[in-house]
């Protein structure tokens, strides 16, 4: 893996972006109790007093701009040029803006009389202030991103078991190929034979299985699961990517149109709209549907 591959899905969802955010907050706290009575030019202090609200602003306002440096991350996701790089760089700069945000405060807060500490020049807190600030943030986003690329890693482990977990269907004597589906905490939810799943659709951090039940009716189920996961954990059987929101069952394809932005899958579902197969996925799409 390069840090100039793509940024992974399970690193930018809406519950891991805030899983971060809250866990940041919660070890910059406890560190920061153990640390500053260490601290040259520490001020924060907790009780009723001046010094108490000004340290109380200054947290609200760090806290804001991790939380608005967050959403947007969250908003430029589906960039395809969200590296690796620049996410390092992306949380780089949030350390900086936050030790640039202290010095000010730190400046301020002695010229007004509001904190006492011993003359230094604005380079020296700023630096100093670096080193606890790299820690207090640094830190806890290793270990949220270690963390969820483990639990990602889990999921699609678990994904690959296409035993019989569940049964839907009366047993045969043949070997029966089952599509079995856990959500982001490893719990199975969802498990048919493949030969009843239609297609898979995305909703950001759910999805929407569409298959048929023992009755022969048209079913929809959704759970909370990544469309990635899916992909990369059921390459080489009948479901295909056709495009970022929709994972078809290639055996189920009845015809494969050529429209004028591309090319459309129709599933012979009266209630679902032919589905696009975007330029990415339209060689794999083709190869697969010719060779049925």
């Known amino acids: 893996m390069s840090i100039y591959d793509r940024i992974p899905d399970y690193l930018l969802g809406k519950d891991q972006l805030i899983g971060t955010v809250l866990f940041t907050a919660l070890f910059s706290f406890v560190f920061l109790a153990l640390a500053l009575p260490f601290s040259e030019n520490a001020w924060f202090e907790v009780g009723f007093g001046m010094t108490f609200g000004y340290t109380a602003i200054f947290f609200l306002l760090a806290s804001a701009i991790i939380i608005i440096s967050k959403m947007t991350m969250y908003t430029l996701r589906r960039y395809p040029d969200f590296t690796f790089l620049r996410y390092i760089i992306w949380n780089a700069a949030e350390i900086l803006l936050i030790c640039l945000l202290y010095t000010v405060f730190t400046i301020e807060g002695d010229i007004f009389g509001i904190i006492d500490i011993e003359e230094q020049s604005f380079s020296a807190i700023f630096f100093r202030s670096l080193a606890y600030i790299t820690i207090a943030l640094g830190i806890p986003y290793v270990i949220a991103g270690q963390y969820f690329a483990i639990n990602d890693k889990n999921n699609t482990i678990r994904l690959m078991n296409m035993s019989s977990v569940v049964g839907d269907l009366p047993s045969s004597p043949q070997e029966e190929k089952r599509i079995t589906l856990f959500d982001n905490s490893g719990v199975l939810k969802f498990s048919t034979n493949s030969s009843n799943l239609y297609f898979i659709e995305s909703d950001d951090n759910y999805i929407q299985v569409w298959y048929k039940d023992n009755n022969g009716e048209m079913k929809q189920y959704m759970l909370r699961c990544k469309l990635k996961t899916i ?22 394809v009845r015809t494969l149109t050529a429209e004028k932005d591309g090319y459309c899958i129709d599933l012979d579902i009266p209630s679902v709209a032919p589905i696009p197969v975007s330029k990415t996925y339209e060689e794999t799409v083709l190869s697969r549907f010719n060779s049925r």
């Not at 992909?231 to 189920?252: A, M, P, Q, W």
Request: hydrophobic share 25%; aromatic share 10%; glycine share 4%.
């Open 231 to 252: 992909e990369d954990s059921f390459t080489g059987s009948e479901l295909v990517r056709c495009h970022r929101k929709y994972i078809v069952n290639i055996t189920k």
